[in-house]
């Protein structure tokens, strides 16, 4: 199932994709980068969605490279739960606190 993570241009999201390379690799070739500018009404940066075809989609603010791990628990997560919705987020750590939109598969 491919999933596509966005994260906008620039030298924070740089900071971040460097430090996910070795995570994404290990999560498998379906995970995708995707550049993109992401706006939210009093979003922190950094941004970062998450989404896959049929599945919930997920908008996280206020991101820092230190992050890189529960990111890619975050996806696992994702990955493991039904139409991606996920129920319980405390393996997501510090990513639960930092979610500002979840939209419901449609």
Do not use: N, S
Request: glycine share 8%; aromatic share 4%; proline share 10%.
């Amino acid at each position: 199932m491919p999933v596509t993570l966005t994260l906008p241009p620039g030298p924070e999201a740089e900071a971040l994709v460097g430090a996910l390379a070795e995570a994404l690799r290990a999560l498998g070739p379906d995970i995708a980068l995707r550049r993109a500018t992401l706006r939210a009404r009093d979003a922190r940066p950094l941004l970062m969605a998450l989404q896959a075809p049929g599945r919930g989609a997920y908008l996280f603010h206020d991101l820092r490279p230190e992050d890189a791990g529960d990111v890619a628990a975050t996806i696992r997560a994702y990955l493991a739960a039904p139409d991606g919705w996920i129920r319980d987020a405390r393996p997501c750590g510090r990513l639960r606190f930092c979610l500002k939109l979840r939209v419901p598969a449609g």
